[in-house]
C-alpha cells in the first residue's frame, strides 16, 4: 500500500462492491483484519465472523477493531478452519515471512525453524450451523483453502455465498491438493469461476501450470448482482 497507494485494488473493488449488499460475512484467514474492518465500517448492519487461528495476527486483528471502533461489531474467533470438526494441528510461523506466512504447513523452510503453535480447528459447517444466511466468503489459509471448502458444503449448498479466495499451486502441493481441485468441486455445485488480474477478471475452467493468477472468485447464478459486477469486470469488457 506505501508502494503503490492500493493493495489489491481489482480483489478490492470486487470485495467492497459484494459486501456493500452482504448481510453476513465470513473472513477465514482475517490476518489483522483489512477486509473484516472494512466490511463492519461500509455496510450498516452487517454480521461479520472472523477466523484467524495466528494468536499474534489475531491480537492485532482485535486491536485494529478496537481502534476503528468495531469491537462489538464483529465476531473473531481464535480457530483454524479446516475439513475436521473439534481438531487439533500444528500451526508453523515462518521466521522472516512472519504471520502473513503462517500455514498448516511448513512453507518456508529456507528460513529455519517456524514457531511451532497448537491450534484448535473447526469447519464452517458446524460454526455456522445456526445461520440463516451467507452472503459473501473470503479465504486465504495458505494452501489450506480446499479443506476449508470441503467443511462449509453445507453452507455452499443452502446459502451459494460468492466466495473469493487466494490459490497457488506452491502452497497447496504440501497438503497433497491443486487448485483445480476447488475449481471441480465448485463447479459441481453450480458456480462460475473466474481469476482476478491486475486488469480485471478473467473466465476460468481450468487453473494449469500456466495460470498466472492467484486470486479467485467463485459466484453462483442465483446471485446476478454479483455476477453482473463480475462481468462488468471482465477484461475484454474494457477494450
Same mark, same amino acid.
Given at each position: 500500500m506505501i508502494a503503490e497507494g492500493s493493495y489489491e485494488p481489482v480483489l478490492s473493488d470486487l470485495l467492497f462492491y459484494f459486501l456493500r449488499?452482504?448481510?453476513?460475512?465470513?473472513?477465514?484467514? #482475517?490476518? @489483522?483484519?483489512?477486509?473484516? @474492518? #472494512? =466490511? @463492519?465500517? /461500509?455496510?450498516?448492519?452487517?454480521? @461479520?465472523?472472523?477466523?484467524?487461528? $495466528?494468536?499474534? =495476527?489475531? !491480537?492485532?486483528? !482485535?486491536? $485494529?477493531?478496537?481502534? $476503528?471502533?468495531? /469491537? $462489538?461489531? =464483529?465476531?473473531i474467533r481464535n480457530l483454524a478452519v479446516s475439513n475436521e470438526v473439534n481438531g487439533s494441528v500444528d500451526f508453523f510461523v515462518p521466521k522472516f515471512t512472519g504471520s502473513s506466512g503462517g500455514s498448516m504447513s511448513d512453507l518456508h523452510p529456507e528460513e529455519g525453524s517456524p514457531e511451532v503453535q497448537s491450534i484448535k480447528t473447526t469447519t464452517l459447517d458446524k460454526n455456522l450451523e445456526d445461520f440463516t444466511a451467507v452472503d459473501v466468503m473470503k479465504i486465504d489459509v495458505e494452501g489450506h483453502e480446499l479443506k476449508v471448502i470441503q467443511g462449509s458444503l453445507k453452507v455452499v449448498k443452502n446459502f451459494s455465498p460468492t466466495i473469493v479466495i487466494e490459490l497457488l499451486r506452491k502452497w497447496m502441493a504440501p497438503f497433497g491438493d491443486h487448485p483445480q481441485d476447488v475449481v471441480a468441486l465448485l463447479r459441481r455445485e453450480g458456480y462460475v469461476a473466474f481469476a482476478i488480474t491486475d486488469l480485471g477478471c478473467e473466465p476460468v475452467s481450468e487453473i494449469t501450470d500456466a495460470t498466472v493468477a492467484t486470486n479467485f472468485v467463485f459466484c453462483h447464478p442465483s446471485r446476478p448482482q454479483h455476477m453482473t459486477k463480475i462481468y462488468s469486470s471482465l477484461i475484454t469488457a474494457s477494450v
Open positions: 449488499q452482504a448481510k453476513t460475512f465470513v473472513d477465514v484467514g #482475517a490476518n @489483522v483484519g483489512l477486509y473484516t @474492518v #472494512a =466490511a @463492519v465500517r /461500509m455496510t450498516q448492519g452487517i454480521r @461479520v465472523i472472523s477466523y484467524e487461528p $495466528n494468536p499474534v =495476527a489475531f !491480537s492485532k486483528l !482485535s486491536r $485494529n477493531l478496537g481502534l $476503528n471502533n468495531c /469491537m $462489538n461489531k =464483529a465476531s
